[in-house]
């Protein structure tokens, strides 16, 4: 039998259910954790301003923790003709506590439900990445100090430029991770606001109390204006999808790096042969397929904000059903883009790397700007120093002096690696993780 919130008795046609669902139970099962935490919220407060008896209160806490716990399991499931996870849980408390069970959607829609379920599941996504992302940082930024005396080619135009080193790549990287650090903690802060008691987005003639769910959910604030708590839905997932994509864009650059730069036209790196895969016709072959996905999934990542701005920009104020379908994009995206993470971490911290690549007289002309700024520094006008080792270069004369010193902030000489860290660490100091999830760990705890 069917089971829908919204449900008068009159059939649906079977085509029109299947078309308007869609995907939905499926990306509701991501939801139920977060549907049952705010369900705890909910009740709790339609007690204190007497929608619900204290009687009622303790029935239904004990039963949405059961729910809860079933869920933490893998265990959940939205049955044969359940619409959603919303009618799931409700049908699931009604068959146990009876009438009581009813009584839990006093003062909110669906759609404010829907809201708060997806708010609550992105912060945990979030505190995933960010705790996978500051892993993958430690790792570039440790690799950088090991080998910060290895020199290699810096490149422009893909053309052999002037010398860097292993210490500016990987820290190149790890500070490029604190930008993205800086667009998830903006998304965060966006998303951390609560939505619940704006209902189909007009509000409630009940007397809620949303500081109340705002305090028990642990959210920083509230959406204050509901109608604009509705036309946060599509906004949030887009706004945090652009720190998704940031990410994205720095692990798929690492990862054309690692593999432009192990194969064997430049050899600067060697990939740990556990993450390479072979050929089926060529015995010698070792190809760097981890991160040629990782390049594809991470550029598909970059399309998300995109995807979701399409879905959402020509919406006026209120829901609109077109809303459901950024579910079907948003929330596999968390699951892909850390596995890309975590894969990047794990080869980073195995890659070897070539340390006496430019004993290759062919790098040798990547020492010229350091000549230029010698004879410089002796005097010799810069256009003129710069006249001479072109000169020099051309008639086959030019002799390099490998022995250079960069001392100025962020280079060879002083890599900065410390001050990075310490903005990573300060970056992260502002999201308000322990705040959020001891408040949700309140909520469950039957003690």
């Known amino acids: 039998m069917a089971h829908k919130l919204w449900d008068k008795g009159k059939p649906v046609h079977t085509d029109i259910e299947k078309f308007t669902v869609g995907k939905d139970q499926e990306m509701d099962l991501f939801l139920a954790k977060a549907d049952v935490l705010g369900s705890i919220a909910h009740i709790t407060m339609l007690e204190s301003v007497g929608l619900l008896t204290k009687e009622e209160l303790t029935t239904l806490l004990a039963e949405l923790r059961n729910i809860y716990s079933v869920v933490e399991k893998g265990e959940f499931i939205i049955e044969e003709g359940v619409e959603d996870v919303h009618s799931q849980v409700e049908l699931m408390l009604t068959r146990k506590v009876g009438d009581a069970g009813k009584k839990i959607h006093s003062g909110r829609s669906r759609n404010d439900q829907v809201l708060l379920d997806l708010k609550l599941y992105t912060r945990s996504r979030i505190y995933d990445l960010a705790q996978a992302t500051n892993k993958l940082f430690s790792v570039l930024s440790a690799q950088s100090e090991q080998y910060k005396k290895v020199l290699m080619p810096g490149y422009t135009h893909l053309q052999v430029a002037m010398p860097s080193s292993f210490g500016l790549w990987f820290g190149a990287y790890a500070e490029s991770l604190t930008d993205d650090m800086q667009q ?21 003639s009940f007397p ?41 864009g720095t692990i798929s650059k690492l990862a054309y790096d690692a593999c432009l730069f192990s194969s064997q036209n430049f050899g600067f790196l060697q990939l740990a042969d556990e ?31 995109n995807d979701i701005l399409l879905i959402t920009n020509n919406l006026p104020s209120g829901y609109f059903r077109d809303l459901q379908l950024v579910k079907e994009i948003f929330i596999p995206a968390f699951d892909e883009l850390l596995d890309c993470i975590n894969m990047t971490t794990q080869m980073m911290q195995k890659v070897k790397i070539n340390e006496q690549i430019l004993n290759d007289s062919k790098y040798d002309l990547i020492f010229s700007v350091e000549e230029v700024n010698r004879l410089t520094l002796e005097g010799v006008p810069f ?3 710069y006249k001479q080792v072109g000169e020099a270069i051309e008639s086959g004369n030019f002799t390099p002096n490998k022995d250079i010193k960069h001392t100025h902030e962020g280079s060879i000489g002083k890599l900065c690696n410390k001050e990075i860290t310490a903005l990573m660490n300060g970056i992260l100091s502002e999201f308000s993780f322990e705040k959020a999830f001891s408040a949700e760990e309140k909520l469950v705890n039957t003690k």
């Open 275 to 305: 993450y390479t895969t072979g050929s089926s016709i060529m015995p010698h072959k070792k190809n760097p397929d981890v991160f040629e996905l990782t390049r594809a999934k991470c550029n598909k990542i970059q399309a998300l904000p």
């Open 208 to 248: 809620l109390n949303r500081q109340l769910t705002t305090d028990l959910l642990g959210f920083d604030g509230m959406n204050h204006n509901v109608v604009y708590a509705q036309m946060g839905r599509g906004k949030m997932e887009r706004s945090v999808s652009y720190a998704l994509a940031s990410l994205a």
């Open 383 to 385: 256009r003129d120093a």
């Open 184 to 204: 998830l903690l903006a998304g965060w802060k966006i998303c951390n606001r609560n939505p619940l008691g704006s209902a189909a987005g007009y509000g409630s």
